[in-house]
C-alpha cells in the first residue's frame, strides 16, 4: 500500500514537473531564448565567378557562438558608384545559390541567399532521433546568423544600409519575423519584408502536412512543436516589426491549412499588401514554374515600387 501511494506521488510530481516545464516553455520571451546576433566574423571568401552582368561568391562567415553562417552574395559587375539595396532571400531548405538562382538579372541590387544550416533532406528513422538535438540547435540560431550576416553585409563599401529588405518563401516565411525582429533590436533597418506561402503556428503545420508520416504522429508531433519552437513562433514576433510588408498567398495551397495562412497574415502589422494566386503551394518543379514566375514577378514590382530597390 505504501509503495502504491509513493508511485503514485511520484507521478503526480513528475507529471507537475512536465506541466511546469511546459508553461516555462511557452511563456518564454522569444527574443531573450534566441541566441544574440554576432559582430566579431571571420570572413572566407571563395568562388567568385562572372555570370553574365553579375559577379557572384560564396561567403562563410565565422564564429564561435552562431556557428558558420554561409551566404551567397551576388553583385552586379562592375561595381557602380551608387550603393547598392540589400535583398535577403530565405526561400526553402538548400543552400543560398539555389534559394536565389531565379533572380539571375536583378539590376544594380546586392541579392543575398543565406544557407540554411540544416541538411537538405531531414534525418529520417533512428538518425532523426540522434540527430534531433543538432537539428533544434541549428534552428534556434538561425535569426541571429542571418541578423549577423545583416550586419557584415551592411559594413561592406558597396551597400547601402538604408534600404535592407527581407524576403521570406515558403520555409523562409516562416522564419522572416524572428529574423526582423532579432536585427530591429540589433539596430539593423529592415524596411520591406515579403512574406510568401506562410502560416502559423508550427504545429498546425505539421498536424495538416501530408508529408509527416505515418499520420497518426502528426496530432502527437503538433503540440511539442509549438512548445519547443515558441520563439521562433512567426506571430509573437510580427507585432514587435516596423516597416512595409507583402504576404503572398496560394487559394488552394496543400501544405498550409487556410486558418494558419489567415492567422499569419492577420498578425502582419500596417502598412500591408496582401495578393492570393490561384493553385497549390509554391514550389521550383517544372509543373510550378509559371507559378513562381507570377510570385517573383509580383515581389520585383512591389519592391520597385516602394523605392526598396533599384529597377531590376
Known amino acids: 500500500m505504501k509503495a502504491s501511494r509513493l508511485s503514485l506521488l511520484i507521478g503526480v510530481v513528475m507529471m507537475g514537473g512536465i506541466g511546469a516545464f511546459a508553461v516555462w516553455l511557452n511563456d518564454r520571451d522569444p527574443l531573450s531564448s534566441l541566441p544574440s546576433p554576432q559582430h566579431r566574423l571571420r570572413a572566407e571568401r571563395s568562388g567568385s565567378t562572372l555570370r553574365g552582368e553579375r559577379r557572384v561568391e560564396h561567403v562563410v562567415l565565422h564564429n564561435a557562438t552562431v556557428g558558420d553562417i554561409g551566404i551567397f552574395v551576388s553583385l552586379p559587375d562592375p561595381l557602380p558608384d551608387k550603393k547598392l539595396p540589400i535583398v535577403i532571400v530565405l526561400g526553402g531548405l538548400g543552400t543560398g545559390e539555389s534559394n536565389i538562382r531565379y533572380l539571375a538579372e536583378a539590376g544594380d541590387n546586392a541579392i543575398i541567399g ?175 514554374l509559371t507559378l513562381l514566375t507570377e510570385i517573383i514577378g509580383a515581389s520585383e514590382t512591389w519592391l520597385i515600387e516602394k523605392g526598396a530597390v533599384n529597377p531590376f
Not at 529520417?124 to 542571418?146: C, E, K, N, R
Not at 516562416?174 to 530591429?184: E, G, K, R, S
Not at 506561402?197 to 503545420?205: I, K, N, S, V
Not at 510588408?245 to 498550409?256: A, K, P, T
Open 114 to 288: 543565406y544557407d540554411w544550416p540544416m541538411p537538405v533532406r531531414f534525418y529520417s528513422g533512428l538518425a532523426f532521433v540522434t540527430q534531433i538535438g543538432d537539428t533544434y540547435g541549428h534552428l534556434m540560431t538561425i535569426p541571429a546568423q542571418v541578423s549577423s550576416a545583416i550586419g557584415w553585409l551592411s559594413a561592406e563599401p558597396w551597400a547601402d544600409r538604408q534600404r535592407i529588405s527581407l524576403l521570406g518563401f515558403s520555409l523562409g516565411a516562416l522564419a522572416a519575423p524572428a529574423i526582423q525582429d532579432v536585427a530591429q533590436h540589433d539596430g539593423e533597418n529592415v524596411g520591406w519584408t515579403i512574406l510568401a506561402y506562410g502560416g502559423a503556428p508550427f504545429g498546425e503545420l505539421v498536424a495538416d502536412n501530408p508529408h509527416v508520416k505515418p499520420a497518426w504522429l502528426r496530432p502527437v508531433l503538433a503540440p511539442v512543436v509549438d512548445l519547443l519552437l515558441e520563439p521562433l513562433e512567426p506571430t509573437r514576433h510580427l507585432p514587435h516589426l516596423t516597416g512595409q510588408f507583402l504576404v503572398l498567398e496560394g487559394d488552394n495551397d496543400s501544405l498550409i491549412p487556410e486558418t494558419a495562412r489567415a492567422r499569419l497574415w492577420k498578425a502582419v502589422p500596417e502598412p500591408k499588401t496582401i495578393r492570393w494566386f490561384l493553385g497549390d503551394h509554391m514550389g521550383v518543379g517544372s509543373d510550378k
